[in-house]
């Protein structure tokens, strides 16, 4: 009998879960069914059910994981349409019901699915939101996952809420960017919750260790009071709108007629004004604290 070098029995083995690995893709390609999705000219990847994959290979699952995860990059380099990109959606989740501690695959897919189309009109972000919620879920420890998903929630589905709170999580990791609370804070400010954007701000200006950051939220205070009553503003004016079928003249006017208490303080010590847009603005802090979804997440 001719001795087995340990080597030699390493390779072997290596070889005999490659020839694993390969039967598995094949018995469960030919087992498989298309995913379920709406009609049209494209044809949508023939992938293998999870049931199937874990029947015929499970001791290898990770092995095919990591097989369907570099067919999730080929379909990427190859999509062009957004039914291509949508494509990305079905291998990126056979690979995470295989291995859902992969953690890569939740950004990349949720960063790579959403395509415009000739029109300009936005596809897939629904799915995108999906994967990077779940990854958020699973890792909430990684910044760049909170960051993802709160850009989605933002700017594709107008949960500005949601994407503080998101934000505000993101913003306590150690290894978080500096700007993230101010971004959460505007994101409150949009959503219109001024009482916790303001406990945010307020809580990072008396921790802040630098004069320059403790500047920065201390002024974000004043903003979150000053936008809290220029909503408030604004909403009158809309109202004299529709009631007297013009905007008022003066903040003033809106006092006479009963739809505001009093004319609001300026936090910056100001005026409140009106606009030409029927909106109304601090003569002293001339930016309103609003989200620039056409810019992105800005802070």
């Known amino acids: 009998m001719i001795p087995v070098s340990g080597q030699s029995r390493r390779v072997g083995q290596v ?13 469960t390609s030919l087992l498989a069914r298309p995913p379920q999705r709406g009609g049209g000219a494209h044809e949508p990847p023939l992938l293998p059910r999870k049931e199937v994959v874990l029947s015929v290979g499970a001791a290898y699952r990770h092995l095919v994981a990591d097989y369907f995860w570099i067919q999730t990059l080929q379909a990427t380099a190859k999509a062009w349409t957004p039914e291509q990109f949508r494509d990305i959606y079905d291998y990126a989740k056979l690979v995470i019901e295989l291995d859902p501690d992969f953690r890569p695959v939740y950004g990349f ?16 972000t629904r799915e995108s939101t999906e994967f990077l919620e779940a990854g958020f879920r699973r890792f909430p420890d990684n910044v760049l996952l909170g960051i993802l998903y709160a850009y989605n929630l933002s700017t594709f589905h107008k949960e500005f809420r949601k994407a503080a709170d998101v934000l505000s999580q993101t913003a306590r990791l150690p290894d978080a960017p500096s700007f993230l609370p101010a971004l959460a804070t505007r994101l409150y400010a949009q959503a219109g919750d001024f ?3 303001l406990e945010l701000a307020t809580q990072v200006a008396e921790s802040a260790e630098d004069p320059e950051s403790k500047a ?3 002024r974000r205070v004043l903003q979150l009071k000053l936008e809290r009553e220029l909503k408030k503003v604004d909403a009158a004016i809309a109202e004299h709108v529709r009631l007297v079928g013009r905007p008022p003249r003066r903040v003033q006017e809106l006092v ?11 936090p910056f010590g100001g005026e409140i004004l009106m606009g030409s847009d029927q909106r109304s603005y601090s003569s002293k802090e001339r930016e309103r604290l609003e989200l620039r979804i056409d810019e992105g997440l800005q802070p």
Do not use: I, Y
């Open 15 to 27: 070889a005999v879960a490659w020839l694993v690995l390969a039967g598995s893709v094949l018995v």
């Open 109 to 124: 897919a949720g960063g790579a699915l959403p395509a415009q189309d000739k029109q300009g009109v936005w596809h897939n």
């Open 195 to 197: 009482d916790l954007g």
């Open 216 to 218: 920065v939220f201390e």
């Open 256 to 266: 006479d007629r009963g739809l505001l208490p009093r004319v609001p303080e300026d």
